[in-house]
């Protein structure tokens, strides 16, 4: 008899296909016994690529139509970057697991090899991140950032035609697609504090499908999922989707756990940064705290004067 065939739902470039991949390959190894198999999709934001991110909206825009095959049961499970799944997922869907954390820094990329410190207004530095643009001009207010779009190959061969000096890009993606000799410097969290759950990998599945989530629990690392999921109920709590400059950084140490949120102006002129520790399994209450105190602190202020233009 034929063994059941799970189908995993995935995006189509280079680094969605490596991160689906693996979560294939780490379900085959805790499950010998049945077949996964990859199905591709294309998402709205595969498919516009000329307009900078933060003016398109960000509602699961690489996610929507991925998120349709699964009600649809084209596919069983999808596979996303965490950072790139709003905190509110449509109904019936839940995030089922996530797969050990890897680098969570961004990364400096620079075409001669400078580093962001020797950088000037000279300099373009390109990204489509509110959140990496408003971290760098409060680092350097004279530096010049520019838009940029595509994926990590086209961003890089973006840099190399002189669209721009340098990149800065999630060290995640670069070092999963093998890129890692082009990365000039890893940034630290004085000068960048990295996206929500950036470096993680999501699973998602359907809130009613119990034949899915103990397959996914099998792969699921603990430590990932409390500290990610307290990183988005820090988002949640800021209402803040992708294109906000929202940040949040999680150092764990045994069953303890650092969380520093941070949100600041676009101008850069203006970042506010808290932190609070705890324990693991109160990570995301206490997280909802720290955007408390964020917003108390001067955040609502900047959130709220942000909110209407990227809505327009
Ligand atoms: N916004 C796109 C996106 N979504 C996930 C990653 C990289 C992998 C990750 O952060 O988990 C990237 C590229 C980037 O920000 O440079």
Redesign the pocket.
């Known amino acids: 008899m034929k063994n059941k065939t799970i189908t995993i739902g995935t995006r189509g470039s280079k680094?969605a296909l490596w991160?689906a991949e693996t979560v294939k390959a780490e379900l085959e190894k805790a499950h010998p016994h049945l077949n996964f198999k990859l199905k591709i999709i294309k998402t709205k934001?595969d498919k516009i690529l000329d307009v900078a991110?933060s003016k398109i909206g960000d509602k699961g825009l690489?996610t929507k139509e991925i998120e349709q095959a699964l009600y649809d049961h084209k596919i069983d499970l999808a596979v996303h970057?965490?950072?790139?799944l709003p905190t509110e997922l449509p109904e019936d869907l839940i995030i089922g697991g996530m797969l050990t954390r890897?680098?969570?820094r961004?990364v400096f990329i620079s075409k001669d090899g400078r580093k962001l410190s020797e950088f000037t207004a000279k300099d373009k530095i390109a990204t489509?991140?509110l959140r990496r643009k408003s971290q760098l001009l409060h680092y350097n207010p004279e530096l010049t950032i520019v838009d940029i779009r595509g994926?990590?190959e086209t961003?890089l061969k973006k840099m190399n035609d002189g669209h721009c000096d340098a990149l800065?890009?999630?060290?995640?993606?670069?070092l999963?697609l093998g890129y890692d000799e082009v990365i000039t410097e890893f940034l630290e969290s004085d000068v960048i504090i990295?996206?929500v759950?950036?470096?993680?990998?999501a699973i998602e599945i359907r809130e009613d499908d119990e034949s899915i989530q103990p397959l996914i629990d099998a792969i699921t690392d603990e430590t990932t999922r409390l500290s990610t999921l307290a990183e988005r109920s820090l988002l949640r709590e800021l209402e803040g989707g992708?294109q906000v400059p929202v940040g949040c950084l999680s150092e764990v140490a045994g069953d303890q756990i650092k969380i520093t949120g941070m949100v600041a102006s676009l101008d850069g002129k203006t970042r506010i940064r808290e932190s609070v520790e705890c324990s693991l399994d109160e990570a995301s209450e206490k997280a909802i705290e720290l955007a408390q105190t964020i917003l108390n602190a001067g955040g609502k202020t900047i959130l709220d004067s942000i909110r209407p233009a990227s809505e327009e």
């Open positions: 680094l991160q934001g991110l690489f970057s965490l950072k790139d890897a680098e969570v961004d489509s991140s994926n990590v961003r800065i890009m999630a060290g995640a993606g670069i999963r990295p996206a759950s950036q470096g993680a990998i992708c």
